[in-house]
Structure formats: C-alpha cells, structure tokens
C-alpha cells in the first residue's frame, strides 16, 4: 500500500542547486534511509515530505487520510507547557481519556465522573496503552512529567519530541538524525521498539549499526541523482561498490574507502541475539583481538607527529563531585603511548567534564593532572567552532595551520586536508555561514587536525557527519599514531577506532574494559545471562517467596489494582519532589551537627517509601504486561 509518492521535486537555494527531477515513493512497513553528504539537501527532502517546506517545482502526493509525523533536530516545542501538557497537546484521543481518568482519581468523591472515566479506559483499551506510553517516557529519561518545556536542555526536547512521536503511532515516521541526543542503551531499545511495531519509516541517520539493523531500503542522494538499494547498511556497501566499479569513476579514494568499509562490515558479528553466548571471561583475549583489528589496518597516511616523552599523561586519585552527584571518585590511571580509548555510559555520567579535567578545562576537587612536557593536545567539543563573519572556509583553517607534516619530509597542505574531508576547491572559497550543520561539524574537525596534535581527544565526533565523512575520519583516525580518546554514542564508530573503553557506570564508578563496544556487550549480555540461569537453577532448588506476588495473574489489573496503580504513580512522585526537597537542604553551609543526622534520617524515611511503593508499581506493571 502506497502511503506517499514524491513526482520531480526541485528545491534551489539563489544560484545553488540541491537537487532536480527527483521521484520515489514510500509504501506501508518500509524502512527508508536517505543518505547523502552533507549540504546536499537530505533535511530539505524532509522539510518537503513533512510540509514545513515547499518544493520549487514537482510534488508530494499523500495517500488520503494517512497520518504523520516528523522528528526534527532542533524541535519546535511550546516552552510553557510542561512534558505532560506537551504529549496531551498532540491531539491524540486515546490520551485525553487517560487525562480524564487521571483527573477522576485526583477527585475521587465524583463517583460518577470516575466511572465514566473508567468505562472509557476499557472501551478503547487505554490500559495497555498508558502503560506503554509511560514506558516510552522511562526508556527515554522524561519521568518528571511535571518539568516545562522551557527548562529541557537540546537533547531532552529531542527525545520528548521522538517520544511524542512514537506515542502517537503514525502510519508514517518521518525521522532527521533520530539517535542524536541518545545514549547507548537508548538507541539499543529504538532499535528493538522498530523492531516489534512494524512502523514505516523514512529517516536521515549516520548511525550504521542502526541502518543495518532497522533499515530495509536505502536510498542514496549522490550528485544530484537517486539510487535505491533494497536492503540494510551490508547490502547498500555491496551494491554501492558494484555500481561505482561499473560507472569506472575518476573518484578513485572514493571507490576504495567503500571497499575498505564492505570488507570491515564483512569481517563484524551479525546482529546480537538472546541466544546464550559463552561467557567471555579471558579478558587477555579480547585484548589480543583488539589489538589485531589495528595490526589488520594498512597504515596509508604517515603522519610525522611531534615526538612523545616516556610521560604521557597520569591522572593520580582524581575526584569530582556536584551536588548530590559524584563524578569520579579516586580516579588513577597512566596514559601509554599509543592507546585508543572509547568512553560510553549513560546521559549525564560525567564522560565530559572527565574530558575538560583532562584538557585542564576545568578542575578537580581532589588529586592532581600530570601532562608530560611534550603532549600537545587536540581537542573536539560539543561547542563546536565560532565562526568570524565574512570568514571563508580556507581562511578559518589557516587561523590553525597552514600543513600536517608526513614522514619523509612530505606534508599535506590546509587544501589538500579540506580536500580529504570533501571540501573540493571551489567549495574552500564558500563564505562559512553558507555551510550546513554538517558542514561546519567537518570543517571544526580539520581545524583540530591541521594543528597536528599527538594526543586527540574527541566528544561526539560523529554527530551531524554523513556517512561519507565518518569513513573519511575512521580512516584518518586509523592512521593516527597518537593518543585518542573518543566519546561517542556512535558503536560502529567505537568498534572501528577503540583498542579499550572506560565504562561510566554512574555513581563514579568508572570501570576499564579491554575490547571493543561489540565484545563489551556481548560480554554483558553473557554476564546477565548467566545471572538469569543461576537465579532459575535457585529458584528450582529452593521454594517460592512471596508467593502472594504472583497469584491470580491476569491480563487485566482488577478495578481496585487499577486505581491503586495509577494512585502509586502519584504517590511516588510526590515522593520524589520531597526526596530532592530535603537534599536541596544540605546545601546549607550554616547546618550544624544534630540538624544534618535528622535531615538524613527524613531522607532514608522517603527513600524506603519510595522503594517500597516502586515495588509494588513494578507488580502491577509485571500483571498488565502478562
């Protein structure tokens, strides 16, 4: 079933032409990917499928009464309402009975109103659907439904975007960038969510691992002209390959950098199952795996660095910690040359303030930074670059460096590294403020790199990079001798460019893990594996405990569980409103002795009431999902 045909769209920008007589059309269940390079128009074509933008000539065809919706990278949200008001605004109707009902339980003298409510819960099976909906809101971090929209930060609009998005359960998803502004274990539950709703999918991403496990088609925007590919990430190289062979392009570091992409994609594991893995307990042998994954790569750009001392950099019982939120607690560690370290963890873990006490951008509570006196380093933030007005894209690299010197008393000019990074020489001499979000991104990067660093430390890197670049910096970034450090979000990105990764754990726990992203999860995976078949072998050895938690398992909660169920998720949150009440009280500096061990004793009295009530929340879930 056709829900969308797109008839010989052009869209122009003055003299400059993004594209001309393009035609595809989108059918029910498909999984489209658009990839193309930066600046070439892909978030135009999105624009113009959502109706924010206009083609200049052709036309959007929708099939009648389709519903959609579209996820943008920078979301237009109404900053007075709150999370709640914000999902409730959608229009939705299943959710304005939930709002009733909801009211009904704050005002239960109304016995009519309430039981209204509750015949419309079961009349248009609100039940499972709330349930799911709050789930969609805990997997992505937007508990406090209460918070406005206007005290979200970028990556907290996103996801309350996306989550509107999925609550709303549109024929057609329209998606730009949908794992920006996601952790890992986030992107990981997207792609199973895709996985079990069967939705139609149209979407911009640079996340491989995602195309190749979400996606069904590809289409490639390249020099002006439509490509399809029926198939995921694996197909698409293959394919692509094939049809670069068969034009016999001039483009030939193009050509080889996607034979080099097929023939890593090739060598990596299938997508994980839950099948039980051997549990990989011999952590010397996934070093040595990782360590031949480098030896594996031909070194083809010689970079002639300045040398590196026998001291790197030592990091000696570092601490740091914000208001009720430690960061790193007695951290030590001794940087060795050569090593490439990936960071990953949770939203909000510190993996960027670890970055700035490194970088001397900020400091320590306790213990001490040592830099060896010929460590000179590279540093790529989330701030990105600030542009001069009237600044060209050749004059903002020559600010940095004019060259990066190889062995052998070559070098590669400022031109020659734009070059690389897909700046042809007539796009060097473009004013800056006509680049696109992408664009810019890439040209920060070459800013960093012409400065020749020997220790590159990189914080999200891969954001807003089109697939093209990201092959372009892996390849560089195998070449590179130094030291790296690189956070990123990206896993097939980390799989490629990390020998170990430091885990945040959260809580300053910081654990170091000897491989890559792909044998640390299957290394997880096989621990909670594990976990899960010692605790059945116990639980046949030994009789049930509270038995009366599984008795009388329904589909449907009862009339009195059901307005218990919505009553705990109140109670919990006023909980937490007092809980984080009473920590704000300790900021106090003029607190004296006997008034701190009463402040913690109310604590531990709302933090026991707040576990005792999630528990019983987690029941009455378990029974709706049974």
């Not at 052709?58 to 519903?67: C, E, L, T």
Request: charged share 30%; net charge negative.
């Amino acid at each position: 079933m056709n829900l969308l045909t797109v008839e010989n769209i052009a869209k122009s920008y003055g003299e400059r032409v993004l594209f001309e007589n393009l035609s595809f059309g989108i059918n029910k269940d498909q999984k489209i990917a658009l990839i193309a390079k930066n600046g070439t128009g892909k978030t135009s074509i999105l624009n113009i499928l959502s109706g924010k933008d206009a083609p200049d000539a052709g036309q959007v065809n929708y099939r009648k009464g389709i519903k959609m919706s579209f996820l943008d990278q920078e979301p237009d949200l109404n900053p007075n309402l709150t999370i709640e008001e914000t999902i409730l605004d959608s229009g939705n109707e299943v959710l304005k009975v939930i709002s009733n009902y909801e009211h009904a339980l704050v005002n239960p003298e109304n016995e009519e109103a309430y039981q209204h409510a509750f015949e419309e819960m079961e009349r248009l099976h609100a039940w499972d659907f709330e349930t799911q909906y709050k789930q969609i809101l805990f997997k992505l971090k937007l508990e406090d439904l209460s918070v406005k929209v206007g005290l979200l930060s970028g990556g907290q609009k996103k996801r309350l975007a996306l989550a509107n998005a999925l609550i709303n359960k549109p024929d057609l998803l329209v998606l730009d960038e949908p794992t920006n502004h996601l952790d890992l274990e986030m992107i990981e539950w997207l792609e199973l969510y895709f996985a079990k709703e069967n939705m139609t999918l149209f979407m911009v991403t640079h996340d491989r691992f995602f195309l190749e496990r979400v996606c069904n088609e590809i289409i490639e925007l390249d020099n002006g002209k439509l490509y399809p590919y029926k198939g995921n990430y694996s197909y698409y190289l293959e394919k692509k390959e094939a049809r670069l062979e068969q034009e016999a392009v001039e483009h030939h570091k193009s050509k080889l950098l996607f034979k080099k992409e097929l023939s890593w994609m090739r060598k990596q594991p299938k997508a994980r199952t839950t099948k039980s893995k051997s549990r990989i307990d011999d952590f010397h042998a996934i070093k040595e795996k990782a360590s031949q994954r480098r030896k594996e790569h031909e070194v083809q750009l010689e970079i002639n660095m300045e040398r590196m001392g026998s001291k790197i950099l030592e990091l000696h019982n570092i601490s740091k910690s914000y208001p009720n939120k430690p960061i790193l607690d007695k951290f030590s560690y001794n940087f060795l040359k050569g090593e490439r370290i990936g960071i990953i963890g949770k939203n909000g873990t510190g993996k960027s303030t670890f970055l700035n006490i490194i970088t001397n951008q900020d400091k320590p509570d306790t213990g001490k930074v040592v830099v060896g006196d010929t460590i000179k380093f590279g540093y790529y933030t989330q701030k990105g670059i600030v542009i001069k007005e009237g600044q060209k894209v050749i004059d903002v690299i020559r600010e940095y460096g004019d060259f990066i010197p190889l062995k052998k008393g070559r070098q590669i000019s400022a031109q020659q590294l734009l070059e690389r990074f897909l700046f042809d020489r007539k796009k060097q001499y473009d004013f800056v403020e006509k680049l696109s979000g992408g664009e810019r991104k890439r040209l920060y990067l070459c800013t960093v790199l012409i400065q020749n660093p020997n220790f590159l430390i990189l914080d999200e890197p891969t954001n807003d990079l089109d697939i093209v670049t990201l092959n372009v910096l892996e390849s560089f970034l195998l070449d590179f001798p130094g030291c790296l450090i690189v956070v990123s979000h990206d896993r097939y990105f980390m799989d490629k460019i990390v020998d170990h990764l430091f885990v945040f754990r959260g809580d300053a726990i910081i654990e170091d893990f000897p491989g890559n992203y792909s044998d640390y999860r299957a290394y997880e995976d096989s621990v909670v594996i594990e976990k899960r078949e010692e605790k059945n072998i116990k639980s046949d050895e030994e009789p049930p405990k509270n038995t009366w938690k599984n008795e009388g398992k329904t589909k449907k909660l009862s009339y009195n569980e059901q307005k218990e169920f919505n009553r705990l998720e109140k109670d919990i949150q006023k909980l937490e409103e007092e809980k984080n009440q009473v920590q704000n009280k300790f900021s106090d500096s003029s607190l004296e002795g006997e008034e701190i061990d009463q402040l913690s004793i109310e604590l531990q009295k709302i933090m026991n009431k707040i576990e005792t009530k999630t528990e019983r929340w987690f029941e009455l879930s378990a029974l709706m999902e049974d």
